[in-house]
């Protein structure tokens, strides 16, 4: 049992060394990255200026993911309403967000984290990548991400500051807690 705990311990420590295990209050971390338009798409640009809903989600095309995209894009309207706009973040190449983006008629950014540092920059817990296959515009197509990310959400205010975490998020609901927590700031 001793030498059980003592392994379990020690995956632990590799696993997650290096990632920040951010809380509430505590500064959120500068980030950039390619979005879906390939474009550069940088957190800087938006702290002091709106509240920024970031999430982390783990494949682009598949279920949870595009119920959870799909209800960030319906709530548009009303994160507008409380002055926040949304980035999706996952581990999917330039490519599969741009795809994603135009099959649901997503209306924020999504970033590409192909290799987890934003997510390791959040504490956020990442595993090895994938790929999946999905017919596109009449084309059946291989989408591969560089990692896999665990579904987090965070809110950080126009201060800079995480006034929300969440590491349990059901997908379909996302939305509906964050407009509520940031309806209450």
Known sequence: MKNFLIITFALFLIYNVGYAQLEVGDKAP????KDDSNKSWNSSDYIGAKNLIVYFYPAAMTGGCTK???AFRDDKSKLDGVDAIVVGISGDEVENLKYFKEAYDLNFPLLADTNGKIAEKFGVFVKDGGSIKR???????????GVTTSRWTFIIDKKG????????????????????ILGNL
């Open 30 to 33: 500068a980030f950039s990255a």
């Open 68 to 70: 959870q995209a799909c």
């Open 135 to 145: 017919t596109i515009g009449g084309n059946e197509l291989t989408l591969t991400r």
């Open 161 to 180: 500051k995480i006034v929300y975490k969440n590491t349990e998020v059901n997908a379909a609901e996302d939305s509906k807690e964050t407009l509520a």
